[in-house]
Every structure is written in structure tokens, then in C-alpha cells.
T-cell receptor, first 114, second 112 residues
């Protein structure tokens, strides 16, 4: 089974709200990722967690705050977002080993910031 | 700089009309090349991982091949349900084990 789940599927929030996106995998993967995807563009990497530690932050604004409570869960906390942050947010996971490391993506959360 | 270029940007085919999508890459050490399929509003679905030049992989109507400079995704006798955006990505040694460099994708439409 190569399933990554994400909740919620859709989220509408105002610029003053605080919300969280959740991601879960039960494949025993040790690397987890957050991506942002705009329409007709490829996914854009935001954060990488490796063995539950933040290993890559692609200079993402502090209004996005990632959290990895355990090896199966990944959260993205959102606060004071801007309308331009509206996008499809994708979670992915991989084994986290060296060499070619296939990433498996979740279905995404469609975020709209009003 | 590591780079991935996909062509064409968009492709329309009739059902049953075979064709190929191209993914050209320049990287300073290839760990792996990946093909994904993405339907509108959904997450990318993994199709293939290719590791070295000369490698080929098949799945139903799809066949992926790899050379030292490019990869092809061959679609044989496509059906309307094959309509999607196909993304190519590389994992380069220079980028670290966990960063993918994506191409812009090819939007494929299969008309019945």
C-alpha cells in the first residue's frame, strides 16, 4: 500500500485565521514533505522532514509552520496567510534512504485564502 | 544548474493514436528519474522510477525509457482515461537525496 492521506480536502480561511493541514502515512517512510502547487505549475518544495527532524526549509515565510509529531504524521500550521497563498498543498513521503528515493504524494488540500 | 525540460507542453491525440512525451534533463549526477501522472486538482500519482541509461519500464499502455540525456514516456493506443498532466522529475546528487527537480509537465488530452 502506497497511500498518503491528507485532511481536510478543502479549506477556506480568512487572513486572520489559524488553521492546520494534516498528513499521515503508514508505509514506514522516514522522510515526509510539504509542497505547494499553483495551477498549471509543477509542485514547489516547501519543507522536508527526515527522521522527524526538519532537514530542508526552502526559505518559506514564517506564516507557514511545519510540525512532525511522529514518524507517521506531518502537520502544516497556517497563520496570517495572504490571498496569494491560495494553492493546492501536497504532502509526500519516501523511504528516506540514500540513492533514488521515490516520493509518494497524497491527494492534496485545496486552500483558499480570502 | 540542474534542469528538466518537458515537451510538448500540451498534446492532443485521438483514441488509439500512439505517441511519446519527452523529458530532457541536465544534472550533475543522476540518482533517479521519476514519472508521475496528475489529474486536475489531485496529487501526482507515481508511475515509474528509472535509475540508469538503457533502463525501460512498462505499465499497461505506458512505457518509460531512459538515456543519458533524456527520458521518453511512450503511450500505446491511448484511451480517454489516459488524459492527464504527466510530470517528469529528477533526483540529482547535487541537490541532495530528497530534492526533486520537476519539469513543467505535458498536458495530454485523448479524444474519443
Amino acid at each position: 500500500d502506497t497511500e498518503v492521506t491528507q485532511t481536510p480536502k478543502h479549506l477556506v480561511m480568512g487572513m486572520t485565521n489559524k488553521k492546520s493541514l494534516k498528513c499521515e502515512q503508514h508505509m514506514g517512510h522516514r522522510a515526509m514533505y510539504w509542497y505547494k502547487q499553483k495551477a498549471k505549475k509543477p509542485p514547489e518544495l516547501m519543507f522536508v522532514y527526515s527522521y522527524e527532524k526538519l532537514s530542508i526549509n526552502e526559505s518559506v515565510p514564517s506564516r507557514f509552520s511545519p510540525e512532525c509529531p511522529n514518524s507517521s504524521l506531518l502537520n502544516l500550521h497556517l497563520h496570517a496567510l495572504q490571498p496569494e497563498d491560495s494553492a493546492l498543498y501536497l504532502c509526500a513521503s519516501s523511504q528516506g534512504t540514500g540513492g533514488a528515493d521515490t516520493q509518494y504524494f497524497g491527494p492534496g488540500t485545496r486552500l483558499t485564502v480570502l | 544548474e540542474d534542469q528538466v525540460t518537458q515537451s510538448p507542453e500540451a498534446l492532443r491525440l485521438q483514441e488509439g493514436e500512439s505517441s511519446s512525451l519527452n523529458c530532457s534533463y541536465t544534472v550533475s549526477g543522476l540518482r533517479g528519474l521519476f514519472w508521475y501522472r496528475q489529474d486536475p486538482g489531485k496529487g501526482p500519482e507515481f508511475l515509474f522510477t528509472l535509475y540508469s541509461a538503457g533502463e525501460e519500464k512498462e505499465k499497461e499502455r505506458l512505457k518509460a525509457t531512459l538515456t543519458k540525456k533524456e527520458s521518453f514516456l511512450h503511450i500505446t493506443a491511448p484511451k480517454p482515461e489516459d488524459s492527464a498532466t504527466y510530470l517528469c522529475a529528477v533526483q540529482a546528487q547535487s541537490q541532495g537525496a530528497q530534492k526533486l527537480v520537476f519539469g513543467q509537465g505535458t498536458r495530454l488530452t485523448i479524444n474519443p
